[in-house]
C-alpha cells in the first residue's frame, strides 16, 4: 500500500483528454516536488515531468502536470494510442526520509 | 547520451548476499546523486535507496534499511547495491538511475530470491 494513492486505470479514445490523479500528504506532495513516468511493459521507466510541470527534452506538450496541495495530476491531452502505458508519480516523502512511488495507473486508449 | 548498465543479479537463496553494480557512462558521474529502483513481477515501482554525489548521505526505504547498503566509487563511475539477509519479497527487476529525480534508467537486473 503505497502513501500516493493513484487511480489503478484510466482509459480514454483517441484525441481525448484524460487525467491521473496522485494523492499524498503534507510530509510529501505538499512539501515537495513531484516527478512523473511511464513505462511499457517490458521497458524502463522514462521520466515524463519533473518538478511538478517540467518536461524533459523530448516529451510532447501534450503531457502536462500540476499540483495542488497534496495532490498532483498528469493530463494528456490529444490521446494517442501509443500513449498506452503505465504511469507513475513519485515524490520524497519528508517523515520516511525516503522516496515513494504511486501504487501506478494503467492507461487505456479505447 | 547517458548510459545505465546494471549487473550482478540472480538466483540467491533466502537469506543470501548479492552485489549489484551499475556502470554509468555518458556524463559527469560525480556530479549526480543516483538511486535504486525496483519492481517486483508484475507490481509496481519501489523506491530501494538513493546516494548523494559524493557518498556523503545515503537513504533507504524501510523495507530494506539494515540490510541493503548503497555506495559508489567515483574513480570508476560505478554504483553499487549490497543486499543482505534477502528475502523472497526482494524478488524483483532492480533499476538504478541517475539523480534523485530519476532522469536517466537502465534496463535492470532481475534478482530472484528462492530456495
Known amino acids: 500500500q503505497s502513501v500516493l494513492t493513484q487511480p489503478p486505470s484510466a482509459s480514454g479514445t483517441p484525441g481525448q483528454r484524460v487525467t491521473i490523479s496522485c494523492s499524498g500528504s503534507s510530509s510529501n506532495i505538499g512539501s515537495n516536488t513531484v516527478n512523473w513516468y511511464q513505462q511499457f511493459p517490458g521497458t524502463a521507466p522514462k521520466l515524463l515531468i519533473y518538478?511538478?510541470?517540467q518536461r524533459p527534452s523530448g516529451v510532447p506538450d501534450r503531457f502536462s502536470g500540476s499540483k495542488s496541495g497534496a495532490s498532483a495530476s498528469l493530463a494528456i491531452s490529444g490521446l494517442q494510442s501509443e500513449d498506452e502505458a503505465d504511469y507513475y508519480c513519485?515524490?520524497?516523502?519528508?517523515?520516511?526520509?525516503?522516496?515513494?512511488f504511486g501504487g501506478g495507473t494503467k492507461l487505456t486508449v479505447l | 547520451e547517458v548510459r545505465l548498465l546494471e549487473s550482478g543479479g540472480g538466483l540467491v537463496q533466502p537469506g543470501g548476499s548479492l552485489r549489484l553494480s551499475c556502470a554509468a557512462s555518458g556524463f559527469t558521474f560525480n556530479t549526480y546523486a543516483m538511486t535504486w529502483v525496483r519492481q517486483a513481477p508484475g507490481k509496481g515501482l519501489e523506491w530501494v535507496s538513493a546516494v548523494s554525489d559524493s557518498a556523503d548521505e545515503t537513504k533507504y526505504a524501510a523495507s530494506v534499511k539494515g540490510r541493503f547498503t548503497i555506495s559508489r566509487d567515483n574513480s570508476k563511475n560505478t554504483l553499487y547495491l549490497q543486499m543482505n539477509s534477502l528475502r523472497a519479497e526482494d524478488t524483483a527487476l532492480y533499476y538504478c538511475?541517475?539523480?534523485?529525480?530519476?532522469?536517466?534508467w537502465g534496463q535492470g537486473t532481475l534478482v530472484t530470491v528462492s530456495s
Open positions: 538511475a541517475r539523480d534523485y529525480a530519476c532522469d536517466h
Open positions: 518538478f511538478n510541470n
Open positions: 513519485a515524490v520524497w516523502d519528508d517523515s520516511l526520509n525516503a522516496g515513494v
